[in-house]
């Protein structure tokens, strides 16, 4: 059981506009910057969005990254095939006192 | 640019205890802010964090898993060690180490990962 809550899938058809939801508490994303990874088959995550809604040299401006309250959203628009992975979001939490996971998205795209 | 790679056994058996080695380069444990921390990845499962030790030898770790973990650092070496003890089948993941340039913020760099399977 994750301390983030992630829906398990989503999908999308090329060129369409998905979200991703992320929802937390008061510990964690109410209080804390949220990360967004993108991992693909056999690979180690890499670093989509930070800070809630910055991106990292090299990621297209067609992800990007939201916050309001305890829950945060990762959109990505213009879908494309090699958009298919998987998204986890995270957050450090205070009561924790360590950064915490969502259980993933898995993004098909039909 | 900063790069990251963990090493240690492949398989281990139950109720032993296993070493991982986080070996980085392109920045420095000495330099205020900056972390490095364990994650894991059971196969198929979601991402776990296990471990985190900053420049200033502040380590936290998984409440659920504190009780066998211990994570240390040889700044000399650019190394980062995690031990976990009474390993089980249930641990067995990919494991990742990663770095995080300020407390209370979450990774943005990662190794490559490497697969810990426990069995007799």
Redesign the interface.
């Known amino acids: 059981q ?1 301390v983030l809550t992630q829906p398990p899938s989503a999908s999308g058809t090329p060129g369409q506009r998905v979200t991703i939801s992320c929802s937390g508490s008061s510990s964690n994303i109410g209080s ?2 949220v ?1 967004w ?1 993108q991992q693909l088959p056999g ?5 989509l969005i ?2 809630s809604n910055q991106r ?1 040299s090299g990621v297209p401006d067609r992800f990007s990254g939201s916050k309001s309250g305890t829950s945060a959203s990762l959109a990505i628009s213009g879908l494309r095939s090699e958009d298919e992975a998987d998204y ?1 979001c ?3 939490d ?1 009561s ?9 998205t898995n993004l098909t795209v039909l | 640019q900063i790069t990251l790679k963990e090493s240690g056994p492949t398989l281990v058996k139950p109720t032993q205890t296993l070493t991982l080695t986080c070996t980085f380069s392109g920045f420095s444990l000495t330099t205020s802010g900056v972390g490095v921390g364990w994650i894991r990845q059971p196969p198929g499962k979601a991402l776990e964090w296990l471990a985190l030790i900053y420049w200033d030898d502040d380590k936290r770790y998984s409440p659920s898993l504190k009780s066998r973990l211990t994570i240390t650092k040889d700044t000399s070496k650019n190394q980062v060690v995690l031990t976990v003890t009474n390993m089980d089948p249930v641990d067995t993941a990919t494991y990742y180490c990663a770095h995080t340039e300020r407390f209370r913020e979450s990774f943005d760099y990662w190794g490559q990962g490497t697969l810990v399977t426990v069995s007799s």
């Open positions: 994750s804390n910057y990360y990874y690979t180690a995550p890499k670093l930070y800070r990292p986890y995270a957050a450090w205070d924790l006192s360590g950064p915490v996971f969502g259980g993933g």
